[in-house]
């Protein structure tokens, strides 16, 4: 691979173009592994970027996409239809909350939450209330990089940049009773006193359910949602669950919906939809929206991509006959008793762990350049960022390579004291 080409002309995501950072050429990629161009293997602590819960190139995905591609790489979605796209929908039915009716297939993950809060807009102009067309977020959140779904995600974060470009939306104060804690009612009095004062401008509340991740990497009360729930239900606002990052298995249950019980009216899907193999995302939507929202106007080019549509399925069938719980069960309890060694560092604000995630907060991260060479030391793949230092391993990751993730979590941190 040509590095200086790379480097002169690839912009790289979250980089400078001039000045980037620096990056590790990979050959190819195999079970938990990622395998650099001199066949150093490097075991994958996020799961590229949290979508490769079974691990790399798994057989069942692989072979569906082959055989697709053999016989309909893709062809559009309008006016036209066909068995990939039939079969993903039957799956999803049978996984998802039954009120789930009606499945729209997009992209990407943040395109999934465009379409989302597109439905909860339509939906409500159905209804005779045409100055709703705000969304209520929580702060710390993260939707996507697209622009709606920054005008979703934390006001304060990565997004903050363009600010001037983003459609004004509004928010409550985060969370603050931990996933595990003791719940108290006043936590939910932001957003109570939002959807109360806002009500007549509010067409939907859009939120990371039990886990925000990217901005926050916050692990909250159940019960918020079931607050939340409520809530929405007295003002008929739609209530929109973002389970890309969080949904199938991840947090321990299926969803993480599932830890509180309830289901939001549209909740959108993506990362493991298709084990990390190739891009869809999905918004699916109770049949109340669907019947409100009327004729949809939205319709990208891949939308039910045929190959992405076959991987899906593919990995559904995976994820429904892999002993997912027990594993992810197993890769808690192993996390929580690892990282529980660095909560006394003089770095380290928090430690934190639900199902098949670990999160050391600190004070400060590694440059890019000692991570990198880290990385390369330790033979794991980690990506830290902001002020987290974390895991998000595939779910086949085994107990020997689960402890050398923990242990290059504990160089990071060792590192970024002497930065």
Known sequence: MRLDT?????????????????????????????????????????SSWWCASFGHRPEPVVRAIHKQAERMPHVMFAGITHGPAAALADRLKKLLPEEMEHFFYADSGSIAVECALK?????????????????AALRGGYHGDTVGAMSVSDPGGMHAVFGGLLPEQYFADRPKCPFGGAW???????????LETRQEEIASVIVEPV?????????????????????????????????????????????????????????????????GCISLGCTAAKQKIASGAGVFLHGPTFMANPLACAAASAALDLFCSFDWCG??????????????SFRNHPLVRDVRVLGAAGVLETEKIPPPET???????TGVWLRPFARFVYTMPPFTVTPEELTRITNAMGELLSAAGKA
């Not at 807009?121 to 100055?131: E, K, L, M, N, V």
């Not at 809530?231 to 739609?238: E, G, K, P, S, T």
């Not at 991570?371 to 030391?377: E, G, Y």
Request: proline share 6%.
């Open 119 to 135: 439905m909860a807009i339509q939906y409500q102009r159905s209804c005779g209330r045409p100055r709703r067309t705000k969304t």
């Open 211 to 275: 886990f925000q991740a990217a901005n926050a990497m916050w692990f909250y009360h159940p019960e918020y949602l079931r607050k939340l729930r409520a809530a929405c239900d007295r003002y008929d606002i739609v209530l929109i669950f973002d389970e890309i990052a969080t949904g199938f298995g991840r947090t321990g249950k299926p969803f993480a919906l599932n830890h509180a019980g309830v289901a939001p009216d549209i909740m959108c899907i993506g990362k493991a939809l298709t084990a």
């Open 327 to 340: 594993q992810v069960s197993a890769i808690e309890k192993q996390l929580k008793r690892e990282l529980e």
């Open 371 to 377: 991570v990198r060479r880290i990385v390369l030391k």
């Open 6 to 46: 790379d480097r002169r002309h690839i912009w790289h995501p979250y980089a400078s173009a001039v000045t980037p950072p620096p990056v590790i050429p990979a050959d190819r990629t195999s079970g938990n592994c990622v395998y650099t161009e001199d066949g150093r293997p490097l075991v994958d602590g996020i």
């Open 184 to 194: 108290k009612d006043e936590d939910f009095s932001s957003m109570a006193q939002l």
